[in-house]
């Protein structure tokens, strides 16, 4: 790709595959459909597809006693307006007393969404849509950044183009292949990352269980390399190992944890665990870029503004996904204050009908042709 490709920068948060699909939802599986952060602890909800949700949820978090002990608290802490699930949860995960059981919150909203992938992405729905309208020609070049952990996106892509999208190795995410026209950037990591609790190479033999590693070291060993491996339907990353191979042939399978980063307020650049080049690259794409599209965000994720503001971004088009008008022009101001560059584009426009009726609209196709 040169710097002559039409490119364009889409972000994507809990909203876009909150709101993917694009058939009858009557044929998803209700109980696996894609959470909102504050979903994945909440309490039973009254209507019945969240209700069978909640249920789902809560059979995944009684693995984790840990987390449901968190869960506690922010079922607690929801009272009132002017409740925050991310404020709630970010003072949990400060307090030095709670982070035995904090550390089991990212492991359970691994095994959620994981569960959300494998059932809810077998139809791609509005991304397959999105995907097939933005690569059309050979000089459409397209930079997912997403801050979601499910891999929506990435079956979607993969449909599209099974030959070119492939994600097994965290070198696929942004490989600068010739064939591949889209990009993924995840900056808050994936349900299907993970490290090895420690590097059996480099240390001595530790305990070989998942609960041991944890209440003896936490996550103070941690491997620095990123594996790629899905768990299928009802697997737990507590069973979930990591193999190293020594010079003789032996192998060693050690525990994994989950690369994530739990949905906290007040994110720093410290927070994006995709790789150092994954975010690099992205930083270089969206210097060139000049249409951005902004589906399902909350706007308040600062590591993720900070990337963009630091950026050297120069605006063209900018559009809002949203399902509500007051949350889709909230989220427009949240992005101006942060990223100047966006407030002074020619074509800003807040879509307040949510992500599959903006891809039926005379915005959407103007935003293509643009």
């Known amino acids: 790709m040169t710097d002559e490709t039409k490119k364009t920068t889409v972000i994507l948060g809990a909203g876009a595959s909150f709101d993917s699909w694009n058939t009858d939802p009557r044929n998803a ?16 909800p009254s209507d019945t597809r969240r209700r069978k949700r909640a249920d789902s949820f809560i059979r995944t978090l009684n693995r984790y006693p840990g987390a449901e002990y968190v869960a506690g608290l922010l079922n ?18 400060s307090n030095p007393n709670l982070a ?81 026209q889209a990009k993924v950037v995840k900056v808050h990591g994936s349900c299907n990352w993970h490290r090895a609790l420690y590097n059996p ?36 990353v507590r069973a979930l190992t990591v193999r190293f191979e020594y010079g003789d042939g032996q ?40 249409k951005f599209l902004v589906i399902g965000t909350s706007g308040n994720d600062t590591d993720l503004l900070g990337l963009l503001s630091e950026s050297g971004i120069s605006a063209r088009v ?20 942060k990223v100047p560059a966006f407030g002074t584009a020619t074509s800003i426009y807040a879509h307040d009908a949510g992500f599959g009726r903006y891809l039926g609209s005379d915005q959407w196709d103007e935003f293509r042709t643009a």
């Open 29 to 44: 599986q209700e109980q696996w459909w894609p959470p909102l952060a504050a979903h994945l602890f909440g309490s039973h």
């Open 76 to 93: 607690q802490m929801n009272i009132g307006e002017d409740y925050r699930f991310e404020d709630e949860l970010t003072r949990i995960a």
């Open 100 to 180: 035995k059981h904090f550390r089991e919150v990212p492991p359970y909203i691994s095994d959620i969404i994981s569960e959300v992938s494998v059932h809810f992405g077998r139809t791609s729905g509005n991304y397959a849509a999105l995907i097939a309208d933005l690569i059309i020609s050979p000089d459409d070049e397209v930079l997912f950044i997403t801050l979601n952990y499910d891999t929506l996106l990435e079956q979607a892509l993969s449909r599209f183009d099974s030959a070119s999208y492939s994600f097994s190795s965290m070198d696929h995410y942004v490989a600068r292949d010739e064939d591949r």
């Open 201 to 236: 190479l480099t240390r001595p033999s530790l305990s070989t269980t998942w609960d041991d590693l944890l209440d003896d070291h936490g996550l103070e060993l941690l491997d620095e390399d990123i594996h790629v491996q899905n768990l299928g339907s009802g697997e737990s």
């Open 251 to 290: 192998v060693i399978d050690v525990p994994a944890y989950p690369v994530i980063t739990a949905p906290l307020a007040a994110k720093s650049d410290d927070d994006l665990v995709c790789p150092s080049n994954h975010s690099q690259y992205a930083r270089e794409f969206v210097a060139k870029c000049d």
């Open 318 to 337: 900018v559009h809002y996904v949203n399902d509500r008008a007051t949350t889709a022009e909230k989220v427009r101001s949240r992005f101006e204050v």
